[in-house]
């Protein structure tokens, strides 16, 4: 089992920042991916950035491109934390904001876990 907890979420006005962070804990994967995922208002949830391990292969939407920035602390495989710098947010941006991790098992099966989310609203 995987724990996510994200945190970072608020009011900020238009062109200002903010930085989201997921909490990670639990059981330990070899081979997974990590993510950012957000559900704007009247639309369905979208991926925003991913990592991928091993390797730390790194994208993004392009609606976010240039202005967010995935990082993580150097925590270890149980315990460590993803984050989410956004930069330059504009009210486009606003809405619930989820952490994701996805992990291959076996026989062709993933495992699958979701944050609660944080809510980022961007003001003009």
């Known amino acids: 089992q995987v724990q996510l907890v994200e945190s970072g979420g608020g009011l900020v006005q238009t062109g200002g920042s903010l930085r989201l962070a997921c909490a990670r804990s639990g059981v330990p994967f070899n081979?997974?991916?990590?993510?950012?995922?957000?559900?704007?208002?009247?639309?369905?949830?979208?991926?925003?950035?991913?990592?991928?391990?091993?390797?730390?292969?790194?994208?993004?939407?392009?609606?976010?491109?240039?202005?967010?920035?995935?990082?993580?602390?150097?925590?270890?495989?149980?315990?460590?934390?993803?984050?989410?710098?956004?930069?330059?947010?504009?009210?486009?941006?606003?809405?619930?904001?989820?952490?994701h991790e996805e992990a291959p098992g076996g026989a062709g099966r993933k495992y699958t876990y979701w944050g609660q989310g944080t809510q980022v609203t961007v003001s003009s």
Do not use: H, I
Request: aromatic letters at 14%.
């Open 31 to 99: 081979q997974y991916t990590r993510s950012w995922y957000r559900q704007l208002p009247g639309k369905e949830r979208e991926l925003v950035a991913a990592v991928t391990y091993p390797g730390n292969s790194v994208r993004y939407s392009d609606s976010v491109k240039g202005r967010f920035t995935l990082s993580r602390d150097n925590g270890t495989t149980v315990r460590s934390t993803l984050y989410l710098q956004m930069n330059g947010l504009n009210p486009e941006d606003t809405g619930m904001y989820f952490c």
